[in-house]
Each structure stands twice: as C-alpha cells, then as structure tokens.
C-alpha cells in the first residue's frame, strides 16, 4: 500500500482518522512546532500509534536539492518532490528597527517565504522560465506546506516567529486553488504553524473566476494581482492568458473581492525598459486603480538567460513611483531581492536543469 503524506490532512482529516481524536492535535505540533523528522521523535505517542502512523504515513515529502544564498541574505532553495519533480522556494529575511518601551532601538528580523504551488505553470508569461518550462502537475497541500515547514526547520526559526507566506513562486496558485486553499487552512491552524491567513498572500496572474471563486471562500488571505501592462493589447504580449480574462474583468472581481479594511490589494508592476516603464503607462495605471483601495509594488525586472527584456534605468523608475504617490496612489519599490541568485521564479529550477544537462 502506498504511504500517505501526513502532512496532505488538515486536523480535522487526521482526526477522524486517528483514535482517541486528540492524538492529531498532538502530532499536528510535534509536526509545525517542534519540526520533527520521524514518528519515533513523537515522545508522547504510544509506541504502537508510532508504528501505525509509520506503516501509513510519510512525513518526508521534499529534499532540499540545492540553497542559493544571496548577499542580501535571502536564500532560495530548489525541493526535489519524491517523484524527482522538482519545486523552489524562497526566504527573503528583512531587518526591522524598532523603538521599544525604553526607547531603545531594536532590531529585529521578519521572514518572508515565497512558496510555490505547482510543478511549471500552464499560463505562459513571456517574461517568466517556469512558463517557458511548461505544466507538470498540481502540488498537494503537503507538498506546499512543507516548503515553510523545511525552510523553518533549516534556518532553526522559533516555531512561535511570525512568518509572511506569499504564494508567488512556481505556479499560479488560483489554478490550484483546492490545495492551495487547503494549505491555507493547515498554516493558519493554531496547533500547527498559526500563521495568521491576514499574513498569507496569494498572488494571480488575474484569473477573474477564480478571483471571485477565492472571494467567496472568504479565507482572509491577501489579494495581489500580477498586472505588468495597462492596456490589453501589452498585456496580452506579456500574459496570453489575459486574452481570455482581460484588464477590465480583472478589475470586476478586484472590486468584487472581500478584503480586511486595514488592508489593500496588491498590484505587482514588472517594470521593463522601453516596454512600460513611461509616463503615460503611470497614467493609465492611476486611471485604472480609481476606487480601489490599491498598492503598487513596482519591481525592477531581473534580465536572466533566454529573456527578451532588459532592467529600467531607475530615473524612470523614481519617475513612474512619483507620479502615482502624486496621485494619492501607494507605491513602493521593491529591489529584486536575490539578484545574484536568480531569484526570479523558476530560474535557479531551470539553473539546475542546464547544470545537471
Ligand atoms: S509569472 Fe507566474 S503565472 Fe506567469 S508563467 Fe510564471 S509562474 Fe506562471
């Protein structure tokens, strides 16, 4: 009989699978808490739930194949799946100073893990290598799980050390959006890893029944859209998938989407020189956010082997950022964290093909 990964049931699932019910509570935080490798670590499980569980369970569903450690600090991190598969992730670690009740400033780290949610991508972005690199399969919730799990595990974060998920590695998760939801639940429990859902964020490249699928599950979790152009005709160059969910009914099911009222969505903006780093693309952009309680990332684009675009100048990027805060819009710049790592989507997985060729 094939194992079951242990880490694909919620509480509830493992629950009613295991008798006396409480057990799955204990084994939920010997699991997200206190990162156990094996069932035999289980100290307050009886020796023969131990042994049951191992018969028909693995707890084991990722490798780490390969880390990549950026001079920012970051760390990416390519999994092998137990099919061969493989996936990555990424820890992005961001220095914090605060003042405390003495007034003393403090330091202190927040981590940020960006976890994949399929094996390639089936959208086919023309800027990105996992879309180039074509659909294998979904990820289980385990599998995606794990991903913050092992990465916890690796660089010894305290179990009680408030994370922030995105979903913007391999894959569009709303694509996925069973597993991925169910993942949702299983970090968000209190006995696992309680990450807040107000700190998950799934990221889309704008698919609007799904979009509206997502609204009315009503996880909490944050909403970002992967925008990259203002008009249809870009945007279609940039996104094929945008022929069939365009900018406006994008824009619909945006306005549509439950969202906490501290909160905004985000709007992820490629920047790529010569292609919609101008002022007039800053100006439709305004148009389009109007009524929507928005904030813009702008993101350099990060020129890898085998892409058809270059990196702005960052005169045109403080130029573009300019005239949406002049136009009570939120913007902020991001600096592609990991640039010497590769750290855009599916390029240390695509590294990793070209080494091993
Ligand atoms: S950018 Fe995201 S949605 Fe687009 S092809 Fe890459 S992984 Fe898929």
Redesign the pocket.
């Given at each position: 009989m094939e194992q079951i990964n242990i880490l694909d049931l919620s509480k509830e699932e493992l629950s009613n699978a295991i008798k006396p019910a409480f057990r799955a509570k204990q084994i939920y935080q010997w699991l997200y808490q206190k990162y156990v490798t094996s069932f035999e670590e289980m100290k307050n499980l009886p020796k023969e739930l131990q042994l049951a569980l191992k018969k028909t369970y693995h707890l084991d569903p990722l490798r780490i194949v390969k880390i990549e450690v950026s001079k920012d600090g970051s760390k990416k991190y390519l999994f092998e799946l137990k099919d061969k598969n493989t996936v990555e992730s990424v820890l992005l670690p961001m220095k914090q100073e605060q003042v405390d009740e003495e007034g003393k400033r403090v330091h202190h780290t927040r981590y940020t893990i960006c976890i994949s949610s399929?094996v390639g991508?089936?959208?086919?972005?023309t800027?990105?290598?996992?879309?180039k690199s074509g659909f294998k399969r979904n990820l289980s919730a385990g599998e995606i799980t794990s991903q913050v799990l092992m990465i916890k595990r690796d660089n010894a974060i305290a179990e009680n050390r408030r994370v922030n998920i995105v979903f913007?590695?391999?894959?569009?998760p709303l694509d996925n959006l069973t597993n991925v939801s169910k993942a949702v639940h299983i970090f968000s429990d209190i006995d696992g890893l309680s990450i807040s859902t107000r700190r998950q964020t799934i990221?889309?490249?704008g698919l609007s029944s799904q979009i509206e699928k997502l609204g009315q599950l009503d996880l909490g979790v944050l909403l970002a859209i992967?925008l990259h152009a203002v008009d249809d005709t870009l945007r279609q160059k940039l996104?094929p998938?945008n022929k069939a969910y365009n900018i406006e009914s994008i824009m619909n099911a945006v306005r549509a989407f439950p969202i906490d009222a501290r909160k905004r969505v985000m709007f992820e903006y490629l920047v790529m020189k010569g292609i919609n780093d101008d002022q007039s693309n800053a100006k439709k952009l305004v148009k389009l956010l109007h009524g929507i309680k928005a904030k813009v990332n702008l993101i350099y684009f990060n020129p890898h082997h085998g892409s058809d675009f270059d990196r702005p100048s960052e005169k045109d990027m403080l130029a573009f950022q300019q005239y949406l805060v002049d136009h009570g819009v939120l913007c902020t710049i991001r600096q592609s964290k990991g640039i010497d790592i590769s750290a855009a989507?599916?390029q240390l997985h695509d590294k990793e093909k070209h080494d091993i060729a």
């Open positions: 399929q991508c089936k959208i086919g972005c800027f990105c290598l996992t879309g913007m590695g391999m894959g569009e990221s889309t490249s992967s996104m998938i989507c599916g």
